[in-house]
Nanobody
Framework: QVQLVESGGALVQIGESLRLSCAASGISVSINRFDWYRQAPGKQRELVATIAGFGRANYKDSVQGRFTISRSNAQNMVYLEMNSLKPDDTAVYYC????????WGQGTQVTVSA
């Protein structure tokens, strides 16, 4: 049974940093594509960052240079390091595993206040 559990969301001020974590079980982070999505109130869920099985990372333009996706194969975890946070980054952040079946975590709230 695949399970993804996010953590690390919080209320922060503009310009601060956060690290989100996604603990994966039943699926290996080392060989599968993992993504971070986010959904702000009243908006569609959007792709923020992707790390491919072979390690290549891609980012949404608006977070390029501020966010970093990474993984720990030993701990079977995926991370999203977020720096220079802005109010537009406020959303529920979801971990997603891209396999033949879509797996989603329950989400973690990030709120950036002015």
């Amino acid at each position: 049974q695949v399970q993804l559990v996010e953590s690390g969301g919080a209320l922060v001020q503009i310009g601060e940093s956060l690290r989100l974590s996604c603990a994966a079980s039943g699926i290996s982070v080392s060989i599968n594509r993992f993504d971070w999505y986010r959904q702000a109130p009243g908006k569609q869920r959007e792709l923020v960052a992707t790390i491919a099985g072979f390690g290549r990372a891609n980012y949404k333009d608006s977070v390029q240079g501020r966010f970093t996706i990474s993984r720990s194969n030993a701990q079977n975890m995926v991370y999203l390091e977020m720096n220079s946070l802005k109010p537009d980054d406020t959303a529920v952040y979801y971990c997603h595993a891209g396999t033949f079946v879509d797996y989603w975590g329950q989400g973690t709230q990030v709120t950036v206040s002015a």
